[in-house]
């Protein structure tokens, strides 16, 4: 009951509204209760799939992590992404939202394709006014490692927001703090409704607590965690579980830690995995359709669970899998099975010798001048992946040769922003 309430005003993929009864069937598929063929049969007699919405792009992206504009492909998170909207929208909830979980759990996906994504459509009961809400990117490690200036460069372009001198604005912060802070915020909700917040979201943050000038990375999180007195502002970050130390030792983030700020996702359920599989191919309308055969979908399910980083090596096993497949034939279990692929676990592995043979022999010899630059080794030997402009990779040619590589459709290790300003990035720390 509780479930069906919850779901009355949630839309299906891609923001068409279905109905609460469709989001009800796609609770009780994640829940893994009830079994598949009666929720179709339930689905089918309502005319639920009908309303499916159109998907254009790939079903299965790979490793990287899913961004707002991929939401309707988005699945297996609904209980999570409802638990984070919850939080965000209680006025007498903690206003700093750390998410946690061990690497490859899917932290991003669920703030970007679940979280931010929902809270653009609006229309959310927990949420007054959500689709007046402002929300906003913080990358710490870009903007020449300037948390400031990732943090206004981060609100230009986003709808609503008034023009910006995004350099000015991120000295004026430096000098004032939190006081900067609530003027922005002013200023950038100024004519929304009084109930719409700003949210900030971090993307890793533990890039702050150590890609950052560690003077600079103070004053940032004196800023932020002054702003939290506000009422109209909301941080939400992800941050890797490995990395949840750095943060005891600032005495500001440990109180917020114990007053409620940290939001702990595992590793998603078999039926959750499930529903990442098949939500896809069978709730949307996909420019070239997709089938797996049964057996792949439960040695997928099985293969996933036995490891802890099961969800990504999923991820990367679908894609490959779809590449191989003969048009309009199913995905298959032999080809999975098969010594071309043995398993899930080579095919990172597979995909790297790919590109590497691709750039040319001689250019093998520059991938450490490479990671040199999407790497930063800390004193205590811990590796931390970071973006690297992609205008100064392209200075040496057998690192340029490997980018492109390494980045192409069909290996996808490497990720290279758009706009201005491109940078190169891994596509996963795995």
């Not at 191989?324 to 099975?337: T, W």
């Not at 040496?396 to 459709?409: E, F, I, K, M, Q």
Request: hydrophobic content about 45%; some cysteine.
């Amino acid at each position: 009951l509780a479930l069906a309430v919850e779901s009355s005003a949630d839309p299906g993929p891609g923001g068409a509204a279905a109905g609460g009864l469709a989001g009800l069937i796609e609770d009780l598929r994640e829940l893994g209760l009830g079994s598949s063929a009666d929720l179709d049969v339930v689905s089918e007699g309502f005319g639920l799939e009908e309303r499916r919405a159109r998907w254009p792009g790939e079903p299965f992206p790979g490793l990287v992590p899913l961004n707002v504009s991929q939401a309707p492909i988005f699945f297996g998170r609904r209980a999570q992404t409802r638990d984070l909207l919850r939080r965000l929208g209680d006025p007498a909830g903690p206003r700093l939202h750390l998410v946690t979980g061990l690497l490859g759990c899917g932290k991003s996906s669920l703030v970007q394709a679940g979280v931010r994504a929902r809270l653009a459509l609006g229309g959310l009961p927990s949420i007054p006014a959500s689709r007046d809400w402002l929300v906003s990117t913080l990358c710490p490690s870009a903007y020449t490692r300037d948390p400031f200036l990732a943090l206004t460069h981060g609100l230009l372009g986003e709808p609503g927001v008034p023009g910006l001198d995004a350099p000015g604005e991120a000295a004026a912060l430096k000098a004032r703090g939190a006081d900067a802070l609530a003027d922005l915020l002013g200023r950038l909700l100024e004519g929304r409704h009084k109930d719409a917040c700003w949210v900030i979201v971090v993307d890793r943050f533990e890039e702050l607590l150590t890609l950052v000038e560690p003077d600079l990375a103070e004053e940032m999180l004196e800023t932020l965690i002054g702003g939290l007195g506000l009422t109209r502002l909301r941080v939400l970050a992800t941050l890797c579980a490995e990395e949840l130390h750095r943060c005891l030792v600032h005495p500001a983030l440990v109180a917020q830690l114990n007053q409620g700020a940290l939001y702990a996702i595992g590793p998603p359920s078999r039926s959750s995995l499930e529903r990442m599989i098949l939500g896809p191919v069978t709730r949307l309308n996909l420019a070239a359709p997709v089938t797996l055969e049964p057996g792949l979908v439960t040695r997928l399910l099985d293969d996933a669970e036995r490891s802890p980083a099961g969800l990504m090596l999923m991820a990367d096993a679908l894609p490959e899998l779809s590449a191989r497949a003969e048009p309009g034939a199913s995905l298959a279990l032999e080809v999975y099975r098969s010594e071309r692929l043995d398993g899930q676990r080579s095919l990172i592995g597979r995909r790297a010798e790919r590109a590497l043979t691709r750039a040319g022999g001689e250019h093998r010899r520059a991938l450490p001048r490479l990671f040199a630059h999407l790497l930063e080794i800390a004193d205590d030997g811990t590796a931390t992946p970071r973006r690297a402009p992609l205008q100064g990779l392209g200075a040496d040619p057998g690192v340029a040769a490997l980018v492109d590589a390494l980045s192409a459709r069909d290996t996808r290790l490497l990720r290279v922003s758009a706009g201005d300003g491109p940078t190169v990035e891994l596509a996963h720390d795995t």
